[in-house]
């Protein structure tokens, strides 16, 4: 059976960062989107199965990092690969920078999202965390990356 969230597809590719306590996090998801204009909120749906569930829910903070294309490789290990076990960031050579709330933000990344969790909500097998940008950081214009399904990319 066809996967019905695919119907939505592309969607927009995003690295989203976390941390708590000397752990750090990056994570691919294409499960990311605007909530409300004022205030500016976020939502990212994460499995509580994921590492970066645990920073996110702990450290109250997460990072949003558009990518494009030259950014592809990224988000294919950072989600084909569990934070747990190793740091992704040198892992992958994903170079960083700190916002406001301490978290790490990806610095090749085009814009950065900084939010703060204002609401955590179990919905089936995922948590959205809904977060209030607190910080904004456009580096640079780029085209997004964009997830077709599978390991099918496109760039917009």
Known sequence: MEKPYY????IRVALITSRHGARENVMTAAWCFPISMDPPLFGVSVSKKRFSY?????GKAF?????????????IQAGRTSGAEKDKFAEFGI??????????LVKKSP??????VV?????????????????IIKR??????YHKG??????I
Do not use: Q, T
């Open 7 to 10: 119907l939505l597809y592309p």
């Open 54 to 58: 645990g920073l996110i829910s702990k």
């Open 63 to 75: 990072g949003i990092n558009l990518i494009d294309a030259s950014m592809k490789s990224h988000a």
């Open 95 to 104: 170079e960083k920078e700190y916002g406001k709330l301490g978290i790490p």
């Open 111 to 116: 814009s950065s999202i900084e939010c703060k």
């Open 119 to 135: 609401r955590e909500v179990e919905l089936g097998d995922h948590v959205v965390f809904v977060g209030e940008a607190v910080n």
């Open 140 to 145: 640079r214009e780029g085209k997004g990356l």
């Open 150 to 155: 599978g390991d099918e990319f496109l760039e």
